[in-house]
T-cell receptor
Framework: GENVEQHPSTLSVQEGDSAVIKCTYS??????FPWYKQELGKRPQLIID?????GEKKDQRIAVTLNKTAKHFSLHITETQPEDSAVYFC???????????FGKGTMLLVSP | GAVVSQHPSRVICKSGTSVKIECRSL??????MFWYRQFPKQSLMLMAT?????????EQGVEKDKFLINHASLTLSTLTVTSAHPEDSSFYIC??????????????FGQGTRLTVV
């Protein structure tokens, strides 16, 4: 089955800096890669996603890049703010599979 | 976006009792719902995939007789934790996948249920 590795496990940045979280996946047939933000005790919220036919997608301060050859994808957050502090999960879904495989998560802390 | 409602949000029960958690898709029909368990500071662990009108598919290591799943309609799936023990205490969360040619990704989560077994 699919295996998703996520790094780093924790990331501390100063407000205004950029943050990058990286994930790798094992199944070359995977074609959907969402990113979730989860605040303590709350549900994961989809913040951005990318499909395998696209190399990059941007939504305001958030962007995701995908390298299918290397089987890795990354989340980029620019101009970080304290409210960006949360746990971020990447996930991958294979073609024909119905489940998402999640990375272990990255705890992002943005200091004022 | 699609809304998934999970109830209750918190439950405390005595050891040995059973607890039922509901997951509803409010504005779409969900042929498939997923049940996850999340330990503190850890990722989401898929427990089972629930398909409307058929038996759930459990992940390896998940006891199907302990975690009963019923998906009786296109908008409701339930997870029953039977004979609960303190080690079952956790955050349980569902997600739902849309029906139809669009074939959703299961990206919509319920609010989660914090189960504490005392």
């Amino acid at each position: 089955g699919e295996n998703v590795e996520q790094h780093p496990s924790t990331l501390s940045v100063q407000e205004g800096d950029s943050a990058v979280i990286k994930c790798t996946y094992s199944d070359s047939a995977s074609n959907y890669f969402p990113w979730y933000k989860q605040e303590l005790g709350k549900r994961p919220q989809l913040i951005i996603d990318i499909r395998s036919n696209v190399g990059e997608k941007k939504d305001q301060r958030i962007a995701v890049t995908l390298n299918k050859t290397a089987k890795h994808f990354s989340l980029h957050i620019t101009e970080t703010q304290p409210e960006d502090s949360a746990v971020y999960f990447c996930a991958a879904k294979g073609f024909g599979y119905s489940t998402l495989t999640f990375g272990k998560g990255t705890m992002l802390l943005v200091s004022p | 976006g699609a809304v998934v409602s999970q109830h209750p949000s918190r439950v405390i029960c005595k050891s040995g009792t059973s607890v039922k958690i509901e997951c509803r898709s409010l504005d779409f029909q969900a042929t498939t719902m997923f049940w996850y368990r999340q330990f503190p500071k850890q990722s989401l662990m898929l427990m089972a995939t629930s398909n409307e009108g058929s038996k759930a598919t459990y992940e390896q290591g998940v006891e199907k007789d302990k975690f009963l799943i019923n998906h009786a309609s296109l908008t409701l799936s339930t997870l029953t934790v039977t004979s609960a023990h303190p080690e079952d205490s956790s955050f349980y969360i569902c997600s739902a996948r849309e029906r139809g040619p669009g074939m959703g990704t299961g990206a919509f989560f319920g609010q989660g249920t914090r189960l504490t077994v005392v």
